[in-house]
């Protein structure tokens, strides 16, 4: 098969074939990037369109947001249970990883069709990624096993008025924290070692950008020092040095990350001339 040619979304059930839908999204992805085709490529059409750019979640995945979000509202609102930032933390986990998951099984087959690449060097890749990216994930999960760390120490004598001891509801956050380390570390992983998916110019400056653009997409690290920090959710009034540093924290995750991904949209805001479609 012939990958450099437009993408003719006949039949999906074709090996290699990618649906209407993806060839939508790939060109709505294209175009905001300055490049007006109608057809792209199969191989953009297979990878760019698996990530649903311009698209509604599909009908299962909005079910899946929907039953998670309900719970959760009645698990925060409604009981006295210890763990409730926690249980977020991990569902946001969860869902990322899913998405993630199924975005692979449509890089599989890109890869099948155009052969085995070599993925780029460690220090390429980095750059590739970015260094704010990294840098934020050392502190998201650095900084929350050190903050996890310091709650346990100041743990109070007393529960709050809960009927559990403060100890559990920090246990609990310190296990969303490795979740959401376990979460970014498989999918930075494969971004950072996955071979180079192109056959021409264009599709590898599309591999780069796809590769820098995922891990902000189904891993976005700042949602766990949120929802995984057990300093302002455990019921306790905390020491005044401990809260700032919380914050200090909070702010240096968020700032970081949002620095990095003003830095890979401005990188890849305009595509350069290349064969993406017709």
């Not at 993925?119 to 996890?148: D, E």
Request: aromatic share 12%; charged share 15%.
């Amino acid at each position: 098969m012939i990958v450099r040619e437009p993408a003719l979304p006949v039949d999906p059930r074709l090996p290699g074939e990618p649906t209407l839908l993806e060839v939508g999204s790939t060109r709505v992805w294209l175009a905001r990037r300055g490049v007006l085709v109608w057809l792209p490529t199969r191989l953009l059409a297979l990878r760019i369109g698996a990530r649903g750019f311009g698209l509604r979640d599909r009908s299962a995945s909005a079910i899946v947001v929907a039953v998670l979000l309900s719970f959760g509202w009645f698990l925060v609102n409604k009981t006295d249970l210890p763990g409730k930032g926690a249980f977020l933390a991990v569902s946001f986990a969860v869902v990322q990883v899913l998405r993630w998951r199924r975005v692979q099984s449509r890089e599989r087959l890109a890869e099948s069709l155009t052969g085995a690449g070599t993925p780029p060097s460690p220090r390429a890749a980095a750059n590739q990624v970015g260094w704010w990216y990294l840098s934020s994930v050392a502190v998201t999960f650095v900084g929350g096993a050190v903050l996890c760390a310091a709650s346990f120490l100041t743990e109070p004598p007393s529960s709050g008025g809960h009927w559990y001891p403060p100890s559990a509801e920090i246990a609990l956050h310190t296990f969303a924290l490795a979740v959401g380390a376990g979460a970014t570390a498989l999918v930075l992983g494969k971004a950072l070692r996955s071979p180079v998916i192109a056959e021409d110019t264009a599709s590898r400056l599309i591999d780069e950008a796809l590769r820098a653009e995922d891990v902000y997409r189904y891993t976005a690290c700042a949602w766990f020092a949120l929802f995984a920090m057990p300093v302002f959710v455990v019921g306790w009034e905390p020491p005044a040095l401990l809260e700032r540093f919380a914050w200090a924290y909070l702010a240096t995750v968020a700032g970081m990350q949002l620095i990095g991904w003003l830095l890979v949209r401005h990188r890849y805001r305009r595509l350069p001339p290349g064969f993406y479609g017709r």
